[in-house]
């Protein structure tokens, strides 16, 4: 058990629809990472979270959002729904102190989309 | 981020040593290696990671080549339970952003399989 929850587990839903995911990071890390795994692609980062700022972006599609609340805990939020979105959505947190640690990051089990 | 080669797949016995290579012959004088590994339905997991010096651990150890241009990942007896997708990652320790985006990239990984 890395430490790091995701809610839901899956999540099945029609294209076009809109659906949010939740995280919630170990206890006393301030980073959220969201990552997307799909068949062709492999894990690609989608966004970065630090203490409540977004910090760096990826492969992030426009409909694509996501937020960090005072408590920590994070939503991605995917809008506008296509076959394509379907994929396994990781949510991982680090301490992210920043400048100079190689840090580690924990993944959550991941929430599982299926777009119909 | 530099890039990093790895087999597709590797297969190994139960209870026998297993040696992941990697190679990353672009790599800079601030990149850890890092190992994360997937298992079957899970997120991905932190193993090991090292800047110079071999590193042991109580998952693994780490055999890192003089010139850092390649590296290995030691599995000192392997159990089914190490069955996963090992991903070799070069992160820089400075990381971006200011110092405090440490987002993994992720390649295809190796696919190691344990035989009873």
């Known amino acids: 058990d890395s430490g790091v929850t995701q809610t839901p587990k899956h999540l099945i839903t029609a294209t076009g629809q809109r659906v949010t995911l939740r995280c919630s990071p170990r206890?006393?890390?301030?980073?959220v990472y969201w990552y997307q795994q799909s068949l062709d692609q492999g894990l690609q980062f989608l966004i970065q979270?630090?203490?409540?700022?977004?910090?760096a972006k990826g492969n992030i599609l426009e409909r694509f959002s996501a937020q960090q609340f005072p408590d920590l805990h994070s939503e991605l939020n995917l809008s506008s729904l296509e076959l394509g979105d379907s994929a396994l959505y990781f949510c991982?947190?680090?301490?992210?102190?920043?400048?100079?640690?190689?840090?580690?990051?924990?993944f959550g089990p991941g929430t599982r989309l299926l777009v119909l | 981020d530099a890039k990093t080669t790895q087999p597709n797949s590797m297969e190994s016995n139960e209870e026998e040593p297993v040696h992941l290579p990697c190679n990353h012959s672009?790599?800079?004088?601030?990149?850890?290696i890092h190992w994360y590994r997937q298992l079957p339905s899970q997120g991905p997991e932190y193993v090991i990671h090292?800047?110079?010096s071999n590193v042991n651990n109580r998952m693994a150890s780490l055999a890192i080549a003089e010139d850092r241009k390649s590296s290995t990942l030691i599995l000192h007896r392997a159990t089914l339970r190490d069955a996963a997708v090992y991903y070799c990652?070069?992160?820089?320790?400075?990381?971006?952003?200011?110092?405090?985006?440490?987002?993994?990239?992720f390649g295809k990984g190796t696919l190691l399989t344990v035989n009873p």
């Open positions: 672009t790599i800079s004088g601030t990149d850890y």
């Open positions: 990652i070069l992160r820089d320790v400075r990381g971006e952003s200011g110092g405090s985006n440490y987002k993994l990239t």
């Open positions: 206890s006393g890390d301030l980073s």
């Open positions: 090292g800047l110079t």
């Open positions: 991982a947190s680090s301490v992210g102190v920043g400048g100079g640690t190689a840090e580690t990051q924990y």
């Open positions: 979270y630090y203490n409540g700022e977004e910090r």
